[in-house]
């Protein structure tokens, strides 16, 4: 087959393919620079709370402290995340620590997806609450 034949055989055909793969592709590349697909966001710094029942009086030091969160959702929504509104936890309460000193991270973001996170564990060391002072009475 000539090219020549190639470019005229059913050309209205081509013509409007072309058209429309054009439109398209113009949509689609407004929706993007609108924002309107999925964007993604890395925060980071983001403190590990230690969540402990109510009569668990000790402190406990988290190693590493803080974790990176990779988010994904809307421009507007990620825009509002900081290291403060993104919630990293490990929760204690559901039974003691073990022998490893190991705790499983938990990350929340309101309104967006989180994608990953890292670290996944942390080492948890308990520190006893300081002993009251007993010249000091509330």
């Not at 393919?17 to 993604?40: E, H, K, M, N, S």
């Not at 890292?118 to 000091?136: G, K, L, T, Y």
């Amino acid at each position: 087959m000539s090219l020549r034949h190639f470019l005229s055989h059913n050309r209205w055909q081509k013509f409007f393919a072309l058209l429309l793969a054009t439109l398209i592709w113009f949509t689609v590349r407004q929706g993007v620079d609108r924002g309107l697909g999925p964007a993604y966001r890395t925060v980071s710094n983001v403190p590990i709370r230690v969540l402990t029942l109510a009569s668990d009086l000790d402190q406990f030091r988290v190693a590493p402290a803080e974790v990176t969160v990779i988010l994904r959702g809307k421009p507007d929504t990620l825009a509002q995340h900081t290291p403060r509104t993104i919630e990293a936890y490990v929760n204690l309460a559901d039974g003691p620590l073990g022998a490893n000193r190991q705790a499983s991270v938990h990350v929340n973001a309101e309104g967006a997806e989180v994608l990953s996170f890292s670290p996944r564990d942390v080492s948890i060391e308990r520190i006893s609450p300081p002993a009251p002072d007993p010249r000091h009475r509330p």
